[in-house]
């Protein structure tokens, strides 16, 4: 595989020590070596500034002091931002209960706190809420009544035509407030089906005081694989996020969430990234699995073009932008 810069080495390092904190030794070496202006790019490319920021605090890292008070602005913007989205997040649900409408947040804010000991410094732009595809129109008109209005697709295509094609709609509302309305968690519909709104849940706090219901652990696992494959794992925020949340489990757990994903329709996408994982974060030490999907020619494959992708990308472009 491509060696990646210590640039990049150094974000992993910081990233694991934000779910794991016995790595700070290696984060206060590594720091010594790096091209600051570079990891701050770097690390705002791939969202994870917040995460760095903390690591490199509490591995006391000698930062030049123009580079730290720019990661420290940062990390407070990433910290305010989440907090509104919180306490919007929290209106929200208010709202749709008192509607009787059916709903999940997923990714953002519920993942953080699955995955990191300070979640709040976990990079969110928005909202993701699930609902029902039969309550799409009621979930608009209750978005438009509490101020926001549709981005993605414009005002004149019909929204109800536009969600048979799509997987989700853009809305904001001031200050700043995005909502990524989800009728379903995969573009693709072969890609698993089954999971929905009605799907298993649990209920995570997400500060003091704010609990938001989120997929259940099997189900969440096979949605963020298909997530960060459809989004060609180009930022290292999306791997940082599903590795924190798998080291919450035992090896056996993670072999059973793994199976489980099969079964959910999550096919290749979750080998890939149980092996991307693996790749930076070690994430299958203790498991049978990186025996097991690494006799797949195609999933090695599919595993190797993902971790080129993440340490290749040195001029931070998004891959998602181009055609194909």
Known sequence: MKVASVEFQLMVECCRAAFAADEMPIVGEMAATVDWHRFVWNARFHRVQGLVWHSLCSARA???????????????????????????????SADFEKAGLDFLFVKGLTVGALAYSRP???????????????????????????????VIPETSVDLQQWHDRHKESVWTREPGIHVELHTRLADNCLM?????????????EVISGISLPTLAGDQLLAYLCVHGAASAWFRLKWIADLAGLLSRYSPVDIEQLYDVSQQ?????????????????????????????????????????????????????????????
């Open 264 to 324: 959910l329709g999550a096919a290749r996408a979750a080998d890939q990234a149980l092996l991307l994982a693996d790749a930076l974060f070690q994430s299958l030490d203790g498991t049978n699995l990186r025996t097991r999907l690494n006799r797949s020619d195609i999933t090695r494959g599919l595993a190797a073009a993902a971790y080129r992708q993440l340490v290749g990308n040195t001029e931070c472009r998004e891959p998602t932008d181009a055609a194909l």
């Open 192 to 204: 698993i089906p089954s999971i929905d709104v009605h799907s298993p849940r649990q209920l995570v």
């Open 120 to 150: 709040l410094l976990k990079m969110g732009w928005d909202i993701d809420v699930l609902i029902a595809p039969r309550q799409l129109a009621q979930a608009a008109e209750l978005l438009r009544s509490r101020g926001y209005r549709l």
């Open 62 to 92: 000698q930062m030049p002091p123009e580079h730290a008070a720019a990661l420290s602005a940062d990390a407070e913007a990433i910290v305010t931002s989440n907090l509104q989205m919180a306490v919007e997040a929290r209106d929200l």
